[in-house]
């Protein structure tokens, strides 16, 4: 193994058979084929038969095999057939879910694999991450993640924080000379390591070793970048879900006991027992939701926002502030320099977007670009942008130039830009160029350039420039000053005024969330004019604050402030979490964009870290919870949708699993204590419980939002699901078992019970077609069906039609009618059985068609 700290850039080139122009797309191919792909060792995926097999560890299966135990016991060889199938349906149905969860968590972590930017052909481009090669010139900035171990070659003032690798806290300052001596992995000051992230500067590396050949690799270290852990929601659910466990249960026990002193028989009592239990337990709570976060993610993904972190999804439902950058999130990021200020005359720039043609005018009159040399120069020079790689703002300069024919100075040292300082040094020889804030810049200038003369900077001279670029900004120019440094003088040669217009479609979006009860902040690094001017053209209005303002309020005061402002103008990252950390004390629910390595505190504090996948460094998506792949607002605002919507289908959900349960357990229960036969059987139960808890119940996942799910408030995000159900639940309970309980008696004539199998064929079909009715009007809690749509929801309407079809076998066939102890029903059964069935629709869907037409 090559110790490449100890040899020279130059030598670990050559050892690699490479140069500073890159590898060809051949050469690369052969090695990617020689060395395999740059990825760790995955941990292997759970296997289908595992998946499988883990269903029959649910407590629920493990009732359900008592349950076949003592039908054998008590030679009821045909229940435990039927309970037998029943238990396989459900192992296969709780498999389809946690299979499709475990593959939409596969698709996130394939979705989410880094980039990386290298020199092939001797041009810069982006692939990704995995197909680095040893031997591959990379390029890596403040933010980035290492995507291999490199030598470095070329550098910029870099710190990296390695303590992934080192547990070294603080960012090591690295640095070019070979090593000549056996070091530690922490004093290799040369050379970068995979997994670790620059924090500041620029460099260019050849790399080394790729995969498991990393020193990453070598201590076998993966570094998960999606988590599996049980959102907030799920947990809640969960505990839902034991309680009223133990509820039942304790009702269960009640029910057994009555049974008991009543005389009835004890085995049949305690299949009913369990029958109870496995059809009150709402045991598929936490996995619904597991399913309905996984699909609402695929669904998000197609309306370009890729969630990290499932939190996120129920989290979106209830934000009540989003906080987003103007630059590129607002806008559209597409640069054009428009207009220039030097020499005290004001110069418009021809041409559009990235096209190199374009002319140089005053008052429409074409002039030479020689007197505007110097600043064009510094442009084109304070610069790592290519005409189709790197930062937008630094193409723009770069096409600038180019309009001029004028080139990239050959660069000796740079101190890059970074958020804080505001401005970037590159070092020429002789001269230093230099661009930024104008304000940064004039606090570093002392002299500035007229035509061909340097003069020293006078107060005058500051006042108009200052002046120029409130003017400028005023238009929504994005300004930056261009200067240079020689004999000792750092001169300032004038401004340089940017377009970057707003996204046509952001203005709509202002309008959803303002209906929607969101408030939108807008963050920016600009200037309070061009702040104001982009707000004002997308519908932000209202108060406005600068970073320095900012930083003179106490906490306490920001806390009353930010109830007010709308926009916030030259802000440092830092300032970002002060105001996310004011809104949070406040109460607000806050989504928060990020693109820069100095934004991560403040995404790993919001309660949505939003980061962008094309502007956007490494660290701020990885301390996000989720990923705009457009980088654009509008993606926010239908990720906050898509997050109401999940939310409420988990409601509905919840709120049909446990009236329709409770409806059942209400029918055994009151039987049991008014001494009657038991209008259902515990293998009838378990079909119930099957039947209507899983394909109408999942359908319900899917169930597309209502058209004004915008139009309301954010929910509290400290309600529980069931908020202002309670009643609802109760009478839909209510109006089951009495609508079950009348049909039994119906069917098996009167209190004696001549007909018991006719009895319990009623009741059956009351209860089942009762809860595929029920349904449909669970799936708007205001709108009455014919508002929301019958066919609306087509995969509901196949799984109830699934069911009905399902349920009319069982009874129809003789077959499988003698195995349920059923009988078939005759056109006057049917005649008492639709009516009682379709009770609860009826009921709640005429109270809803009355409070509708009240609106």
């Given at each position: 193994?090559?110790?490449?700290?100890?040899?020279?850039?130059?030598?670990?080139?050559?050892?690699?058979?490479?140069?500073?122009?890159?590898?060809?797309?051949?050469?690369?191919?052969?090695?990617?084929?020689?060395?395999?792909?740059?990825?760790?060792?995955?941990?292997?995926?759970?296997?289908?038969?595992?998946?499988?097999?883990?269903?029959?560890?649910?407590?629920?299966?493990?009732?359900?095999?008592?349950?076949?135990?003592?039908?054998?016991?008590?030679?009821?060889?045909?229940?435990?057939?039927?309970?037998?199938?029943?238990?396989?349906?459900?192992?296969?149905?709780?498999?389809?879910?946690?299979?499709?969860?475990?593959?939409?968590?596969?698709?996130?972590?394939?979705?989410?694999?880094?980039?990386?930017?290298?020199?092939?052909?001797?041009?810069?481009?982006?692939?990704?991450?995995?197909?680095?090669?040893?031997?591959?010139?990379?390029?890596?900035?403040?933010?980035?993640?290492?995507?291999?171990?490199?030598?470095?070659?070329?550098?910029?003032?870099?710190?990296?924080?390695?303590?992934?690798?080192?547990?070294?806290?603080?960012?090591?300052?690295?640095?070019?000379?070979?090593?000549?001596?056996?070091?530690?992995?922490?004093?290799?000051?040369?050379?970068?390591?995979?997994?670790?992230?620059?924090?500041?500067?620029?460099?260019?590396?050849?790399?080394?070793?790729?995969?498991?050949?990393?020193?990453?690799?070598?201590?076998?270290?993966?570094?998960?970048?999606?988590?599996?852990?049980?959102?907030?929601?799920?947990?809640?659910?969960?505990?839902?879900?034991?309680?009223?466990?133990?509820?039942?249960?304790?009702?269960?026990?009640?029910?057994?006991?009555?049974?008991?002193?009543?005389?009835?028989?004890?085995?049949?009592?305690?299949?009913?027992?369990?029958?109870?239990?496995?059809?009150?337990?709402?045991?598929?709570?936490?996995?619904?939701?597991?399913?309905?976060?996984?699909?609402?993610?695929?669904?998000?993904?197609?309306?370009?926002?890729?969630?990290?972190?499932?939190?996120?999804?129920?989290?979106?439902?209830?934000?009540?502030?989003?906080?987003?950058?103007?630059?590129?999130?607002?806008?559209?990021?597409?640069?054009?320099?428009?207009?220039?200020?030097?020499?005290?005359?004001?110069?418009?720039?021809?041409?559009?977007?990235?096209?190199?043609?374009?002319?140089?005018?005053?008052?429409?009159?074409?002039?030479?670009?020689?007197?505007?040399?110097?600043?064009?120069?510094?442009?084109?020079?304070?610069?790592?942008?290519?005409?189709?790689?790197?930062?937008?703002?630094?193409?723009?300069?770069?096409?600038?130039?180019?309009?001029?024919?004028?080139?990239r100075e050959e660069k000796t040292g740079e101190i890059p830009f970074d958020s804080v300082k505001k401005y970037m040094v590159t070092k020429h020889k002789g001269v230093n160029y230099i661009k930024g804030a104008p304000e940064k810049i004039l606090e570093l200038c002392t002299h500035i350039?007229?035509?061909?003369?340097?003069?020293?900077?006078?107060?005058?001279?500051?006042?108009?420039?200052?002046?120029?670029?409130?003017?400028?900004?005023?238009?929504?120019?994005?300004?930056?000053?261009?200067?240079?440094?020689?004999?000792?003088?750092?001169?300032?040669?004038?401004?340089?005024?940017?377009?970057?217009?707003?996204?046509?479609?952001?203005?709509?979006?202002?309008?959803?969330?303002?209906?929607?009860?969101?408030?939108?902040?807008?963050?920016?690094?600009?200037?309070?004019?061009?702040?104001?001017?982009?707000?004002?053209?997308?519908?932000?209005?209202?108060?406005?604050?600068?970073?320095?303002?900012?930083?003179?309020?106490?906490?306490?005061?920001?806390?009353?402030?930010?109830?007010?402002?709308?926009?916030?103008?030259?802000?440092?990252?830092?300032?970002?979490?002060?105001?996310?950390?004011?809104?949070?004390?406040?109460?607000?629910?806050?989504?928060?964009?990020?693109?820069?390595?100095?934004?991560?505190?403040?995404?790993?504090?919001?309660?949505?870290?939003?980061?962008?996948?094309?502007?956007?460094?490494?660290?701020?998506?990885?301390?996000?919870?989720?990923?705009?792949?457009?980088?654009?607002?509008?993606?926010?605002?239908?990720?906050?949708?898509?997050?109401?919507?999940?939310?409420?289908?988990?409601?509905?959900?919840?709120?049909?699993?446990?009236?329709?349960?409770?409806?059942?357990?209400?029918?055994?229960?009151?039987?049991?204590?008014?001494?009657?036969?038991?209008?259902?059987?515990?293998?009838?139960?378990?079909?119930?419980?099957?039947?209507?808890?899983?394909?109408?119940?999942?359908?319900?996942?899917?169930?597309?939002?209502?058209?004004?799910?915008?139009?309301?408030?954010?929910?509290?995000?400290?309600?529980?699901?069931?908020?202002?159900?309670?009643?609802?639940?109760?009478?839909?309970?209510?109006?089951?078992?009495?609508?079950?309980?009348?049909?039994?008696?119906?069917?098996?004539?009167?209190?004696?019970?001549?007909?018991?199998?006719?009895?319990?064929?009623?009741?059956?079909?009351?209860?089942?077609?009762?809860?595929?009715?029920?349904?449909?009007?669970?799936?708007?809690?205001?709108?009455?069906?014919?508002?929301?749509?019958?066919?609306?929801?087509?995969?509901?309407?196949?799984?109830?039609?699934?069911?009905?079809?399902?349920?009319?076998?069982?009874?129809?066939?003789?077959?499988?009618?003698?195995?349920?102890?059923?009988?078939?029903?005759?056109?006057?059964?049917?005649?008492?059985?639709?009516?009682?069935?379709?009770?609860?629709?009826?009921?709640?869907?005429?109270?809803?068609?009355?409070?509708?037409?009240?609106?």
């Amino acid at each position: 193994m090559v110790d490449y700290y100890k040899q020279t850039s130059k030598e670990a080139l050559e050892s690699l058979n490479t140069n500073i122009k890159g590898l060809t797309h051949e050469e690369a191919e052969k090695r990617l084929q020689q060395y395999g792909l740059n990825q760790l060792k995955k941990k292997e995926s759970v296997h289908p038969v595992k998946i499988f097999l883990k269903q029959f560890k649910d407590p629920v299966i493990m009732i359900l095999l008592a349950a076949i135990i003592i039908s054998l016991t008590v030679n009821e060889m045909l229940d435990a057939a039927v309970i037998t199938a029943i238990l396989i349906l459900n192992a296969v149905i709780g498999f389809s879910q946690e299979y499709k969860a475990e593959k939409a968590i596969e698709l996130l972590k394939k979705m989410s694999t880094p980039k990386a930017k290298v020199i092939r052909n001797g041009t810069a481009q982006l692939i990704d991450a995995s197909l680095v090669v040893p031997g591959d010139i990379i390029t890596v900035e403040a933010g980035d993640k290492v995507p291999a171990d490199a030598r470095i070659l070329d550098l910029a003032e870099v710190h990296v924080n390695e303590s992934m690798l080192t547990g070294e806290s603080v960012p090591v300052k690295k640095d070019i000379p070979a090593i000549g001596k056996e070091v530690a992995l922490a004093d290799r000051k040369n050379m970068l390591f995979s997994g670790t992230v620059l924090t500041n500067g620029r460099a260019d590396a050849v790399v080394v070793s790729t995969g498991m050949s990393t020193e990453l690799g070598k201590i076998a270290e993966l570094v998960q970048t999606i988590g599996e852990v049980q959102t907030p929601l799920q947990k809640r659910l969960k505990s839902l879900g034991e309680k009223l466990g133990i509820i039942v249960l304790m009702v269960c026990a009640v029910v057994l006991t009555i049974g008991f002193l009543r005389g009835l028989d004890k085995i049949q009592m305690l299949l009913m027992a369990i029958s109870l239990a496995v059809s009150a337990v709402p045991e598929g709570l936490p996995a619904v939701v597991t399913i309905a976060l996984a699909i609402g993610v695929q669904k998000m993904l197609k309306r370009n926002a890729l969630i990290r972190e499932l939190k996120a999804v129920e989290t979106l439902g209830a934000v009540t502030v989003i906080c987003s950058d103007k630059t590129g999130t607002m806008t559209k990021n597409e640069m054009t320099v428009t207009e220039i200020f030097a020499n005290n005359e004001t110069i418009t720039v021809t041409g559009e977007g990235y096209n190199i043609k374009g002319e140089f005018l005053i008052n429409n009159k074409k002039i030479t670009a020689e007197r505007i040399d110097l600043l064009l120069r510094a442009a084109a020079s304070c610069n790592n942008a290519t005409l189709t790689f790197g930062d937008p703002t630094e193409i723009a300069l770069v096409v600038a130039a180019k309009k001029a024919g004028i080139e990239r100075e050959e660069k000796t040292g740079e101190i890059p830009f970074d958020s804080v300082k505001k401005y970037m040094v590159t070092k020429h020889k002789g001269v230093n160029y230099i661009k930024g804030a104008p304000e940064k810049i004039l606090e570093l200038c002392t002299h500035i350039q007229s035509r061909d003369t340097v003069k020293k900077l006078t107060d005058n001279d500051r006042k108009l420039i200052l002046n120029k670029n409130y003017e400028m900004g005023s238009k929504a120019l994005r300004v930056l000053a261009m200067a240079y440094e020689k004999d000792k003088k750092t001169v300032l040669t004038g401004l340089a005024g940017m377009i970057d217009p707003p996204r046509e479609e952001v203005a709509e979006a202002m309008r959803v969330c303002e209906k929607a009860g969101i408030k939108v902040i807008m963050i920016t690094g600009d200037n309070a004019v061009t702040a104001k001017a982009i707000g004002e053209k997308i519908g932000i209005n209202g108060r406005m604050m600068e970073g320095t303002e900012l930083e003179k309020a106490s906490d306490e005061d920001l806390r009353k402030v930010v109830k007010e402002v709308n926009i916030f103008a030259r802000v440092d990252p830092s300032h970002k979490v002060r105001i996310l950390k004011a809104l949070q004390a406040n109460g607000e629910v806050v989504a928060m964009t990020g693109d820069g390595v100095n934004d991560a505190p403040a995404l790993k504090g919001a309660d949505v870290g939003v980061a962008m996948a094309i502007k956007g460094t490494d660290i701020a998506r990885e301390s996000a919870d989720m990923v705009l792949t457009d980088d654009n607002f509008v993606s926010i605002v239908a990720a906050v949708r898509e997050g109401r919507a999940i939310y409420d289908n988990i409601k509905k959900f919840v709120k049909f699993l446990l009236s329709t349960n409770f409806g059942e357990v209400g029918v055994i229960t009151l039987s049991i204590i008014a001494g009657i036969p038991l209008p259902l059987l515990p293998i009838q139960i378990l079909w119930v419980n099957l039947l209507t808890d899983s394909l109408p119940a999942l359908a319900l996942g899917v169930d597309p939002p209502d058209g004004k799910i915008m139009e309301r408030k954010p929910r509290n995000p400290k309600d529980t699901i069931l908020q202002g159900s309670y009643t609802f639940l109760v009478i839909a309970s209510l109006i089951a078992t009495i609508a079950t309980l009348v049909a039994f008696f119906i069917g098996c004539g009167g209190w004696d019970c001549t007909d018991l199998n006719k009895g319990r064929t009623m009741a059956l079909m009351t209860l089942i077609f009762f809860e595929l009715g029920f349904v449909f009007t669970i799936r708007s809690e205001k709108l009455p069906l014919y508002k929301v749509g019958l066919f609306s929801n087509k995969w509901l309407v196949r799984a109830v039609l699934t069911s009905v079809a399902m349920q009319l076998i069982i009874v129809y066939i003789p077959l499988l009618s003698r195995a349920f102890k059923l009988v078939p029903l005759g056109l006057l059964d049917w005649a008492a059985v639709i009516p009682l069935a379709l009770s609860g629709f009826i009921i709640f869907e005429i109270k809803k068609m009355i409070t509708y037409k009240e609106q």
